[in-house]
């Protein structure tokens, strides 16, 4: 019987419920869920349930999959959110599964690198730099002048793992009528060295 692997399905637009249908209607396609904190509703839709960590802790989770895949070797990888892009794509390249790429996952994770190679292909992006602490912040705000986007450079919820954050500038003239001589902006950091934008308008 084929064994679909199913990676951290939360966020995606295909609902464990739906994977369930479409696994009987198939007659003999067996479903392994592989997430965090799986609920007791989950466990009975699934044939097996292997428990990982949050999808920020990779390497530990790579590592709990890559040892059941070597034991069972799953005919296919179900992956459908950011949450198991990075993970799904490591597992498809060792065991020979279709899958992205890696390094078309890791683009597609990285704000910053993907802006990179879009520019390199010639595709226009608003101007973007990369700030690693506060004081880059307050110097590319004086360069670029306001206003800014602040973004993270890595759209999976690493919070204090990645503190290293991107810059966006917003188009010309968007705040043409809402006097942004009267924004006051701090740049500020906090004990787990993240560090965001803040704004007060000065009457």
């Known amino acids: ?32 869920l592989a997430d965090e904190e799986p609920t007791a509703t989950e466990e009975e839709m699934f044939d097996e349930v292997v428990e990982l960590p949050p999808p920020q802790r990779l390497a530990e989770a790579y590592q709990i999959l890559r040892r059941w895949c070597d034991k069972r070797h799953p005919d296919g990888i179900f ?3 950011e949450r198991g892009l990075l993970l799904g794509s490591l597992l498809a ?16 994770s990285n704000k910053y690198l ?20 506060a004081a880059d912040v307050r ?4 360069d670029f002048g306001f ?11 690493w919070h204090g793992y990645v503190p290293a954050s991107l810059i966006l500038l917003t188009p010309p003239g968007w705040l043409a009528s809402r006097r942004p001589e009267r924004w006051r902006w701090t740049a500020t950091q906090n ?3 993240l560090w965001s934008l803040s704004c007060r308008v000065i009457s």
Do not use: W
């Not at 800014?148 to 999976?156: E, H, N, S």
């Open 139 to 142: 110097r590319l705000a004086s």
């Open 93 to 108: 390249q060792e065991f020979d599964l279709r899958g992205p790429g890696v390094e078309a996952a890791h683009l597609c």
């Open 191 to 193: 004990a787990s060295s």
């Open 147 to 157: 206003p800014l986007v602040l973004k993270k450079t890595l759209t999976l919820p």
């Open 79 to 81: 992956l459908q959110s």
């Open 1 to 32: 019987m084929p064994t679909l692997l199913v990676l951290y399905p939360a966020y995606g637009t295909v609902s464990c419920a739906r994977l369930a249908r479409y696994a009987e209607e198939l007659n003999g396609l067996r479903l392994v």
């Open 114 to 133: 993907q802006r990179v190679v879009l520019s390199r292909a010639g595709i226009s992006n608003p101007l973007f730099a990369l700030a690693e602490n």
